[in-house]
């Protein structure tokens, strides 16, 4: 049997506080253990497999989150992962217009 490669779907949105950033990717019959995930502080790549199926994405995270502190769950099918933004700071400086 040949196995096809999907593109997973992915939902992300941050939580009420603006303070972590929840992700969501269906799964679908796939085992816990044939799920990789590799996340940075500006993206994440996932590759998973069920028979005749191979799910592989890479999405892009508009704000810089703490790949470290990340944490991640996977219940029927719905892989989730909630991780903080990493601090920015002060990220502009007012300048004067002469």
Do not use: Q, W
């Not at 939580?15 to 799964?27: A, G, Q, S």
């Amino acid at each position: 049997m040949e196995e096809k490669t999907v593109f997973p779907v992915i939902y992300s949105m941050p939580d009420e506080h603006h303070e972590n950033l929840r992700i969501e990717i269906e799964l679908p019959g796939v085992a816990k253990e044939n799920i990789r995930l590799n996340m940075h502080e500006d993206s994440l790549s996932i590759r998973a497999t069920k028979t005749g199926t191979v799910y592989v994405g890479t999405a892009a995270i508009c704000n810089p989150v703490e790949p470290a502190k990340a944490k991640a769950r996977y219940e029927n099918g719905l892989l989730v992962i909630d991780v903080p933004y990493r601090e920015m700071g002060r990220i502009g400086r007012e300048i004067a217009i002469e």
